[in-house]
């Protein structure tokens, strides 16, 4: 039987970079870049890591505030002078929610 651990084992970046472009818009791709995706996708994972939602000895899910993951996206994307749009993290965030759910990785809350 398949474990969220082996999920997690599964999740590639680079599988990642590429699922979002597909998945993004043709319009929105003159502006996101794979620079811009693994930009987002990194600053992710430190959000994560900073309200402790990465455990790696736990299969336990875990609720992640999407409006807070966003702004503090936001936050460090200026403080790092990234040059990114506010609609084009979110088609990110969408693109990226996409590709975990494609590995068992999220689920979405109606479905619960």
């Known amino acids: 039987m398949k474990t969220q651990e082996d999920d997690l084992l599964e999740y590639d970046e680079d599988d990642a970079v590429a699922f979002i472009l597909d998945f993004i818009p043709a319009e929105a791709k003159e502006r996101i870049s794979d620079d811009k995706i693994e930009y987002v996708l990194d ?3 430190e959000y994560y890591d900073e309200k402790g939602l990465i455990d790696e ?18 936050k460090c994307s200026k403080k790092d002078k990234m040059d990114i749009q506010e609609e084009d993290v979110q088609l990110i965030l ?10 068992g990785i999220y689920r979405d809350e109606e479905e619960e």
Do not use: R
């Open 43 to 45: 600053v992710v994972y």
């Open 57 to 74: 000895d736990s299969t336990e899910e875990a609720s992640i505030d999407e409006e807070d993951m966003f702004k503090y996206i936001l």
């Open 94 to 103: 969408d693109g990226e929610f996409e590709y975990g759910k494609s590995l």
